[in-house]
């Protein structure tokens, strides 16, 4: 990289944990309800629901109201998508899907181009628009479809993914240029590929790929079916057929974050089965947090949200516990070792690798 690059990638960081400041966090709320609080995490990653953190949690915002699926808890990070048969979407379709948000602000961790967008969000949003699942985060994004050797193998459309860890992805135009959503205080924009990617991805036609949840109908359809023989197995049932969440995930949470204790109140303040701040509990409207049904109804609405905001289980778990802000920081889970152990837990339960 040129010396006029690492400057510019200095400032985007610096403009990043500017960004997380928490008195920039401010209160807002949906008047539809569709709206799911939580907080988005300080630079200390504090959490959105406070489990067994033990640390002092602020939750003053909630998240952006935008459009997501829940996923199955199969525990695969990065491998969303659509395999592209005949007559699907095309390179020359991803390119003329992005080039519609040529001049949109570069906003950290923004998904709605009517508010921002940051690179990741970018991604996602044109894939989306496609029918196609992409993970939240570059870093797993950079992990989606097949890989492509190196930039002359490169076709429009193909993902590039930049940095080691991956902090930076584009989407590929052709002849050596590329769109992305740089850095703070710039739009949306067609730019050289001015670095060496360090990962180059070619979703349509890849493999790995899996059928979005958007495009086969309800996210209800996700849900991989009632448990039983749990405490309160009713309500995760009642809560996973309207929210579309797996019922063994709202289960498992239960039981990681109170032992199925819906008196439980956490020395962060976290209260009742689910472990919901007084704030976020709020924001969901959830008026007791000690009440079972309302709690398991909330925590379904929370975890939903953070699934289809992050397209992973662990990611939205690790969100859960450490806060949406922590998971878009580290680009991933959180260097937490609570965190990490919270997300180990949980999955294991779920029986995923």
């Given amino acids: 990289m040129s010396v006029s690059d690492v400057t510019a990638r200095i400032s985007q960081i610096q403009a990043q944990l500017a960004q997380l400041s928490p008195q920039l966090a401010s209160s807002a709320a949906a008047a539809n309800g569709r709206a799911f609080a939580t907080a988005l995490g300080d630079a200390s990653g ?13 939750q003053s915002s909630l998240l952006d109201d935008t459009v997501g699926v829940a996923q199955s808890a199969d525990g695969a990070v990065g491998t969303a998508g659509t395999t592209v048969t005949a007559g699907g979407p095309t390179g020359a379709d991803v390119v003329e899907g992005a080039r519609k948000y040529l001049g949109v602000p570069y906003v950290w961790g923004g998904t709605d181009p009517a508010k921002g967008l940051d690179c990741s969000g970018l991604v996602q949003l044109v894939y989306r628009n496609l029918g196609i699942d ?24 193909d993902l590039l993914a930049f940095n080691s860890p991956v902090s930076h992805i584009a989407i590929y135009i052709g002849d050596g240029q590329m769109i992305e959503a740089p850095r703070p205080g710039r739009d949306v924009t067609v730019s050289p590929v001015y670095d060496t990617p360090t990962a180059i991805r070619r979703v349509l036609g890849s493999s790995d790929a899996a059928p979005s949840a958007a495009a086969v109908g309800s996210v209800g359809s996700v849900s991989s079916g009632p448990v039983s023989g749990v405490p309160y197995a009713a309500l995760f049932n009642e809560a ?9 995930l709202l289960a498992a949470v239960a039981r990681q974050e109170s032992g199925f204790d819906p008196g439980a109140v956490s020395p962060a303040g976290a209260q009742g089965l689910m472990q919901l701040m007084p704030a976020t509990a709020s924001g969901l409207g959830v008026g007791n947090s000690f009440d079972p049904a309302q709690a398991v109804d909330g925590a379904a609405k929370l975890l939903g949200d953070l699934l289809g905001r992050f397209g992973s289980t ?10 949406p802000g922590a998971v878009l920081r580290y680009d991933g889970i959180p260097p937490y070792p609570e965190t990490q152990r919270y997300v180990t837990s949980i999955m294991s339960m779920l029986g995923a690798n």
């Fill in 46 to 58: 504090t959490g959105v629901a406070g489990g067994d953190t033990g640390s002092s949690i602020t």
């Fill in 134 to 157: 992409l993970p939240r985060v570059s870093r797993d994004q950079a992990r989606v479809g097949d890989a492509v050797p190196s930039l002359a193998e490169a076709q429009p459309g």
């Fill in 240 to 248: 996973a057929a309207t929210h579309g969440v797996d019922a063994r």
């Fill in 314 to 323: 662990p990611l939205a778990l690790a969100a859960y516990n450490a806060g």
